[in-house]
C-alpha cells in the first residue's frame, strides 16, 4: 500500500508540474507575440513604413486574439471594415476563441468597422479582388505541409486588390519561401526584414521577420524576370515570354 501511495503521488506531483511547465511556456509566448507584435513591429510599420487610408478594406488572417486586427481597426475610420478570420484552434493559440475576440472588439468599441468569421485560410470565403490590404501575423507557419503554405498566398494574392498589400508577420524559417513565391506570382517586394534578438521565437535559431508585398503583375506581363543574386532581388529584363 504505501509503494502504491508513494506512486501514485509522485505521478500527481510530475502531472502538475509538466501542466505547469506548459502553461507557463504557452503564456511566455503569448507574452512574445503580443510583445512583437503591440510593441515593436507593427507600430513601426504601420507608423513609418505603411499608409493606411480610413476607407481601406482590410483582412486579417488567423486573426486569433486580435492584436492586429485591432491596431488596423484603430487607423479607419467608419467607411473601412476589418475582417479577421480564423480556425480558432488552442493549439495554435492558447485561449483562441471567436467568443473571447468578439468580446474584446465590442470591449474597444470597434464592432462598426471590423468583424469576425471562422474560415480556413487555404480556402477564403471571399470575392475576388476585394481588400486593399492581407495581413497575416505569426499565422502561416502553422499551416503544413509547405503546399498549403502556398495555398494561403494563392489566396491571399485572389482576394488583395491590383497594388494591394500583404503583410507577413512570422516566424519557423519560412521567410526565403515565401519571398520566392510571392515574386514568382508577381509582387513587389517593398520591405523584408529579419529581427534580431528581440524578436527570437525560442532562441537564435527561430527568428522573427516582416514581409511587405506589392501585388503587381506589371513585371510579368512587360516580360520581366526575378532573379536571385547575394540575397537581393533584381529585375533584369532577359527574354519575353
Do not use: C
Amino acid at each position: 500500500m504505501y509503494i502504491v501511495l508513494t506512486s501514485f503521488l509522485i505521478f500527481w506531483i510530475i502531472s502538475v508540474y509538466s501542466k505547469k511547465k506548459k502553461n507557463t511556456r504557452i503564456f511566455k509566448q503569448f507574452k512574445k507575440v503580443n510583445y512583437i507584435i503591440n510593441y515593436f513591429t507593427f507600430p513601426y510599420l504601420m507608423d513609418i513604413v505603411l499608409v493606411i487610408p480610413e476607407d481601406s478594406i482590410i483582412l486579417d488572417l488567423g486573426t486569433g486574439h486580435g492584436l492586429v486586427l485591432i491596431k488596423f481597426a484603430s487607423k479607419i475610420s467608419s467607411e473601412g471594415h476589418v475582417t479577421g478570420i480564423d480556425l480558432w484552434k488552442n493549439r495554435d493559440q492558447s485561449n483562441n476563441s471567436f467568443k473571447s475576440t468578439q468580446q474584446l472588439l465590442q470591449e474597444k468599441n470597434l464592432e462598426n468597422r471590423s468583424d469576425l468569421k471562422t474560415a480556413d485560410m487555404i480556402e477564403l470565403p471571399f470575392e475576388n479582388k476585394k481588400y486593399d490590404f492581407v495581413t497575416a501575423s505569426m499565422a502561416i507557419h502553422n499551416i503544413k505541409p509547405k503546399q498549403n503554405r502556398y495555398k494561403a498566398l494563392d489566396e491571399a494574392t485572389r482576394v488583395l486588390k491590383t497594388e494591394g498589400l500583404l503583410i507577413i508577420l512570422d516566424t519557423g524559417n519560412h521567410k526565403k519561401e515565401y519571398l520566392s513565391y510571392l515574386i514568382a506570382l508577381g509582387y513587389r517586394i517593398k520591405y523584408a526584414k529579419t529581427y534580431g534578438i528581440i524578436g527570437w521565437w525560442t532562441g537564435p535559431w527561430m527568428s522573427s521577420y516582416a514581409i511587405i508585398a506589392e501585388k503587381n503583375y506589371d513585371m510579368i506581363e512587360k516580360g520581366y524576370l526575378i532573379i536571385w543574386f547575394n540575397k537581393s532581388f533584381f529585375p533584369s529584363k532577359i527574354r519575353t515570354f
